[in-house]
């Protein structure tokens, strides 16, 4: 959303923290985001909830427990209408784009992303074991920033959940620096 504002309003945005996103998104994330987004799993209790959010997310914290996973659960679901949890995102939210439309929006996104970089402090927080958000892509998003710097979250892929020590030093840091 914030690349996006930065390419119709620019003065909208004072500084940018990008958790584990950025101008090109790695193929083997997008496959295993589609493998469940937008499916309906059959869920019952807030256990199912933290079961699936498990399978779903458990390469992505390798050492969350029962409880980090619980948590975890309440934050991807909410009661639905009879009371089970429901998933709280669109379910729409994941849609392939034809290979033409994706050609066309590489290099608008990543024009949308330069114009954010040159022209405010930019964070990136990046979980070390991201298949969202490549090293390469992070390195090519740093060259031609103006204000950028990034912190790695260890041993967690894609998205760091903004709540690990390194997420958090880095995050203040940047707002401590100000724009």
Known sequence: ????????RISAIAAAVLNDI????????????ASYVGKSPTIRTWA???????????AAFPEYGDDDWDR???RIFN???DGAPAPSYDRNIFR?????QAMLAGPLVWGAYRRLARHRPVLVIRGQTSDILSETTLRKMERGATAFSCASVPNVGHAPSLTE???????????????
């Open 79 to 81: 009661l639905g209408p």
């Open 48 to 58: 199912d909830a933290a079961r699936y959010a498990r399978e779903t997310n458990g």
């Open 22 to 33: 950025g101008p090109r998104v790695e193929k083997a994330g997008l496959e295993r985001i």
């Open 96 to 100: 392939p784009v034809s290979p033409l």
């Open 72 to 74: 975890f659960a309440r």
């Open 165 to 179: 020590p390194a997420s958090w030093e880095a995050i203040r840091t940047f707002l401590a620096a100000g724009p």
């Open 1 to 8: 959303m914030t690349i996006t504002l930065a390419a119709k």
